[in-house]
């Protein structure tokens, strides 16, 4: 390649009429004799020195990239035929081995009846936009990426206005529109008419307050598309220019419902433990209480003791071990308290539906006065000698007040009642259903001891369906 005052003539001094800063070459192609002349630059933006190479059309586009070359050739083979600019990038091959990104653009071209011509344009180094063009691009596809997979909306608004600018495809599965008719009329109004009115103001204000430099978590109900209400908590936070100025607010809308729902249950879970809890205290005092009342003996109250509080234990263990929204039925509860005070089956006789749901709230005092009931009768009735007999029958009826409740119906039957002991106080479990049952659970009850057993009935309100 030559400079253009070793190209000579005309060529050599268009070329210098069109020299430009680097990065920019202008250049003059001769096209019979396929020479060239352009500005220094130009041998800067090919990569040869003036001493070395000799400009030629053939010899620029060999290092012309393969899959770009025929844009050139049919840029150049046209140049002249249609109005305005043509322009062609490609990728050029440097004599280093480095690829650049170069425009070339040709002006025109002029041509007589003898002459193939001349044609006259620019060559630009396009390289470092390309790769700004190009980072842009892909930061901004990583982003479309990231917000089309995200659970969560993504969206940002312009501050002064507060239109939507981006919506993420979240939208249309949280809030069950369109995010494409959302983006088509983009107003702060259009989103706050699916949000409740009672929380749109508490929208507003956290808006204005991001506006303002802050950052702003708000938890609000949204009206859905198929009408159902959900609770979105919103992330928003401000955008800044390069002078620290809010120019737009972004968000993130997370749909918070079950987590709203999950608290509310742990505050009611919390609620009716602490009430069971001050229950639980309550009945472990009186059972002390009335345990010491009735035994003579340090070793007696053990016991008898110890046998009242593990009946409140297993009370508590059946609990425990329910899962959400399920209860402690009857037929559980009496069938823990036979096994614990090893009834042989042989002598009892059971009765009744199985799957009868029992409130929470009458389950402790219920299973004390199952506990003592099957502990007289192994003391004292039917199961302290192997020929006695215990029927236990139940069933759902109503009373004449619509009220359900469960009835049970204890009955012994045994050849001789074993007496306690002369002297013993006694009578607690008797107490207990006869004044405790119906004073706390709205029970009706009847309690004999006859010669051959205890002869009980308990009727137990239920929970109404």
Same mark, same amino acid.
């Given at each position: ?11 050599? *001094? *268009? ?9 920019? =070459? ?15 630059? %130009? ?19 060999? #290092? ?6 025929? +844009? ?5 083979? +046209? ?31 002029? #041509? ?15 390289? %470092? ?11 901004? =596809? ?27 495809? *979240? ?11 959302? &983006?088509?009329?983009? @107003? ?13 103001? +508490? ?6 307050? $991001? ?28 955008? &800044?220019?390069?002078?620290?100025? $809010? ?9 918070? @419902? ?17 009430? #069971? ?9 009186? $059972?002390?209480?009335?345990? &010491? ?24 263990? &059946? ?7 399920? @209860? ?32 929470? =709230? ?12 099957? @502990? ?14 215990? *029927? ?9 007040? %619509?009220?359900? $409740? ?23 479990? #008797? ?35």
């Amino acid at each position: 390649m030559t400079t253009p005052a070793e190209a000579g003539g005309e060529d050599g *001094a *268009a070329g210098s009429r069109i020299a430009r800063p680097a990065h920019l =070459a202008g250049w003059v192609w001769h096209v019979a004799s396929d020479t060239i002349a352009w500005s220094d630059s %130009g041998f800067d933006i090919g990569g040869f020195r003036p001493s070395v190479v000799a400009p030629d059309m053939h010899g620029f586009l060999s #290092r012309v990239h393969e899959q770009d070359r025929g +844009r050139m050739q049919a840029l150049l083979s +046209r140049t002249g035929e249609e109005r305005g600019d043509s322009t062609c990038q490609f990728r050029y091959w440097l004599p280093d081995g480095q690829q650049r990104q170069l425009l070339l653009r040709t002006l025109f071209r002029l #041509r007589d009846a003898h002459d193939l011509g001349k044609v006259a344009g620019t060559l630009h180094d396009v390289t %470092g936009h390309v790769d700004v063009e190009r980072a842009l691009h892909e930061s901004m =596809a990583r982003f479309a990426q990231f917000g089309e997979a995200a659970s969560d909306v993504l969206w940002i608004r312009n501050a002064q206005t507060f239109r939507l600018e981006y919506l993420s495809q *979240a939208f249309d599965h949280l809030y069950g529109c369109d995010r494409g008719t959302m &983006l088509a009329n983009p @107003t702060l109004e259009k989103w706050t008419s699916l949000i409740l009115r009672e929380d749109r103001h +508490r929208v507003r204000e956290a808006l204005e307050r $991001v506006r303002a430099g802050e950052r702003v978590v708000i938890e609000y109900r949204i009206r859905r598309g198929d009408g159902t209400i959900r609770w979105m908590r919103n992330t928003k936070f401000p955008l &800044l220019d390069c002078e620290g100025r $809010v120019v737009r607010i972004g968000g993130i809308g997370h749909d918070a @419902t079950e987590e709203k729902e999950a608290s509310e249950r742990a505050q009611v879970l919390m609620a009716e433990l602490q009430h #069971r809890t001050r229950n639980l205290m309550a009945v472990v005092h009186a $059972v002390a209480d009335r345990t &010491l009342d009735e035994c003579t003996t340090l070793a007696e109250f053990r016991d008898s003791y110890r046998s009242r509080i593990t009946a409140i234990a297993r009370v508590h263990t &059946l609990l425990s071990s329910l899962d959400e929204g399920r @209860t402690v039925t009857f037929d559980r509860l009496l069938l823990e308290e036979l096994q614990a005070h090893g009834a042989d089956r042989a002598q009892v006789v059971l009765d009744g539906p199985g799957g009868v749901g029992l409130e929470s =709230a009458t389950l402790q005092t219920l299973a004390l006065a199952l506990h003592e009931l099957m @502990t007289n009768a192994t003391k004292y009735g039917a199961l302290a000698a192997g020929s006695g007999r215990l *029927a236990v029958r139940w069933r759902r009826h109503r009373r004449e007040d %619509g009220t359900p $409740v469960l009835k049970v119906e204890w009955s012994e039957a045994c050849s001789e009642v074993v007496r306690p002991e002369p002297g013993r106080k006694g009578g607690y479990g #008797r107490e207990l259903i006869e004044r405790a049952l119906p004073y706390q659970l709205k029970a009706r009850t009847s309690y004999e001891l006859t010669d051959h057993g205890v002869e009980c009935v308990i009727e137990v309100p239920l929970r109404r369906r």
